[in-house]
């Protein structure tokens, strides 16, 4: 059963261009969401957050979207740029007792330049 | 610089033989984890530490324990490695549990299982 889902395994965007990830999730218990970004070779690192209590969070050049109704979740790279490419993983937690990281597949961005 | 050191980078074992994966940290975080991603799929956490209790997963398969000898050490043991435990482990750390505290990640050990 899988809580965090992004449905595209791949993206490719010109550089310059905006890259919009998307995620899904299916637990109405998660209320925190983060974005993180993971080279290869290298561990997953933090990249921007947003709690459920907010709609978007702005850091630079990248932005996050919750549509809580929806259950989905953007994010936004604009203008992305050749080291933006990576494989990005959407995550979600709880909390009372299910603040556990549940992660996404993960969205592999390339940036064309 | 604080990190989260995972060594080996890359293990190769023998099908059925024990191995053990390490995680240090310098963080002087309470919580540390380790997560299992297999290719293409998301990491699935394993079991996670708070200080020194264990929290195991309910679906984490007997033949995955761990250890945390001290703040700084963590380990994942294997006892019979199958086929089908080839993985990159990734271990984490936080200062305290929930999300909104940070997760700090190793780079990962890749598993092959021969």
């Known amino acids: 059963d899988q809580q965090v889902k992004q449905n595209s395994p791949s993206l490719s965007v010109q550089e310059g261009r905006i890259s919009i990830l998307n995620c899904d999730y299916t637990n109405s218990m998660f209320d925190y969401f983060l974005w993180y970004k993971k080279y290869p070779a290298e561990g997953p690192t933090f990249l921007i957050s947003i709690s459920s209590i907010k709609d978007k969070n702005e850091d630079g050049r990248f932005t996050v979207f919750l549509n809580k109704s929806a259950k989905h979740l953007s994010l936004h790279i604009v203008p992305s740029q050749p080291g933006d490419s990576a494989v990005y993983f959407c995550?979600?937690?709880?909390?009372?007792?299910?603040?556990?990281?549940?992660f996404g597949t993960g969205t592999r961005l390339t940036i064309i330049p | 610089d604080a990190m989260v050191i995972q060594n080996p980078r890359y293990q190769v074992t023998q099908f059925g033989k024990p191995v053990t994966l390490s995680c240090s940290q310098t963080l002087n975080h309470n919580v540390m984890y380790w997560y299992q991603q297999k290719s293409s799929q998301a990491p699935k956490l394993l079991f996670h530490y708070y200080d020194k209790d264990f929290n195991n997963e309910a679906d984490t398969p007997d033949n995955f324990q761990s250890r945390r000898p001290n703040t700084s050490f963590c380990f994942l043991d294997i006892r019979s490695p199958g086929l089908g435990d080839a993985a990159m482990y990734l271990c984490a750390t936080s200062l305290l549990q929930g999300a909104q505290n940070g997760y700090t990640f190793g780079s990962g050990t890749r598993l092959t299982v021969v």
């Open positions: 995550a979600a937690s709880g909390s009372f007792g299910n603040e556990k990281l549940t």
